[in-house]
């Protein structure tokens, strides 16, 4: 099994963290996220970053609003497709 560098996690932190890491490098990422402290911190605050920003961008539009929002877009959208 290769080791991976901080570094070389780093690169491909987004993957893992969307389980799209192939096979080959999944098991040394799992690896090293065990025994990097520093890794396993930054993967960590990534990932409540990631669920924080989630949680915002849910609550940012009252549900009026976004009603309102989608039947204008269904609208402009029945519309081009007269044009």
């Keep these: ?24 490098l999944a098991e040394p990422a799992l690896y090293h996220l065990a025994t990097c402290q520093n890794c396993k911190v930054v993967l960590n605050t990534t990932q409540k970053t990631i669920d924080l920003m989630g949680e915002t961008i849910r609550r940012s539009i009252p549900a009026g609003r976004r009603q309102r929002l989608f039947e204008d877009l269904e609208q402009t959208f029945l519309n081009s497709e007269k044009m």
């Design 1 to 24: 099994m290769k080791e991976l560098t901080c570094e070389e996690l780093l690169q491909y932190l987004s993957d893992f963290i969307d389980n799209q890491l192939d096979e080959a």
